[in-house]
């Protein structure tokens, strides 16, 4: 299991009862006198088990959009009769017309976690054929001088954000933004609509000039995404990266408080208070330059481990493939057909 929360599920799943058995089903066929059904499948050591159950639940299947169709027929590549991009069994994210990869629903029925690998997996096939120009359109970007504000008194801006009716809808921001005001050091409170959006930060940028700012606080949405984004604003207009704290009134106020908006808005208030405070305290931090080693570690000899270092040689990165057993191949060893008629086998040697 992988992907979002769905560890945590399945460890709950077990606790509940349910039995996970890793196992590949070969037959499925009912009973004519009990009406049950009759699995006959094989688990990972190669014995064959036969279970008798009530119920089969299986996945709902999709059909291809209509759109498949038009954006192949664009691209010049072929669909499998599914009507999903036919690809290759061992070379998934390769189309039938080279140098055209694919990834997420486009080559089938998908969780979103698989499309997200198989986006990483396309970035990798795409960085092999550029890897002849990697950096050369590289260019450092560059800032105006750090300004130092050890000696300053504390001016503190506050930006609080309506990200449209994703705050505003429910925490009252008109209100936050004055009493945010009020606070000790802090000499400017506005609210913006979107305080990510490219006006908002020339805006930031502007203000922290022409008001001397030497701290910032942001009330906004996550951290987690936003954050160097603000970082990258300040900087550009002469502070420390380090300077800026994220107050996260999105998630922890406006989403989480969606039916109690007076709450929500003195939660706001409460958290706004806090990271002022903390902003007080918060002094810049230098930023160490390490150098990169242009080399890779892949851990895991399997199908997945040896594409991943192939990946990387094939991008010119020198690298080292570890596997604890005394061959490469992992569960490959054990698949000697597919559905397709094709030997797995072969595309091991």
């Known amino acids: 299991m992988h992907g979002k929360g769905l560890e945590s599920f399945y460890e709950r799943a077990k606790k509940s009862g349910i039995n996970f058995i890793r196992s590949r089903v070969s037959e499925v066929r009912r009973d004519s006198q009990t009406e049950d059904l009759i699995v006959r499948y094989v688990t990972e050591d190669g014995s064959l088990h036969q279970d008798i159950f009530n119920l089969i639940v299986l996945p709902m299947g999709l059909e291809a959009p209509e759109g498949n169709f038009t954006l192949a027929k664009a691209a010049g590549i072929q669909l499998n009769s599914h009507g999903f991009c036919r690809t290759g069994l061992f070379d998934p994210l390769s189309t039938s017309r080279e140098g055209i990869y694919v990834a997420g629903g486009f080559r089938g029925p998908m969780p979103l976690p698989d499309s997200v690998m198989q986006a990483s997996g396309t970035a990798a096939c795409v960085t092999e054929l550029l890897a002849a120009a990697r950096g050369t359109l590289i260019s450092e970007k560059a800032f105006i001088e750090e300004r130092p504000v050890e000696q300053e008194p504390l001016r503190i801006g506050v930006f609080v954000c309506n990200c449209g009716k994703n705050i505003a809808g429910v925490v009252d921001v008109e209100e936050v933004k004055k009493y945010a005001a009020t606070l000790p050091d802090v000499v400017i409170s506005t609210d913006n609509l979107y305080s990510c959006s490219e006006d908002t930060q020339a805006l930031i940028k502007e203000t922290i000039v022409n008001e001397r700012l030497n701290r910032v606080v942001v009330a906004a949405c996550t951290p987690r995404t936003h954050e160097p984004l603000f970082q990258e604003t300040i900087r550009e207009a002469g502070l420390n990266r380090c300077l800026v704290e994220m107050v996260n009134i999105r998630d922890q106020c406006s989403w989480v408080h969606a039916h109690e908006k007076e709450e929500a808005t003195q939660k706001s208030k409460d958290l706004i208070r806090m990271a002022v405070a903390k902003a007080g305290l918060i002094q810049p931090l230098d930023e160490p330059v390490i150098d990169v080693v242009p ?55």
Do not use: F, W
Request: charged share 20%; glycine share 16%; with cysteine.
């Open 295 to 349: 080399r890779g570690l892949v851990i895991g000899g399997g199908l997945a481990g040896m594409t991943a270092a192939l990946s990387l040689a094939e991008q010119g990165l020198e690298c080292y493939l570890v596997e604890r057993t005394t061959k490469l191949g992992g569960n490959l060893h054990n698949i000697h057909y597919t559905l397709e008629g094709e030997n797995p086998q072969d595309y091991l040697k």
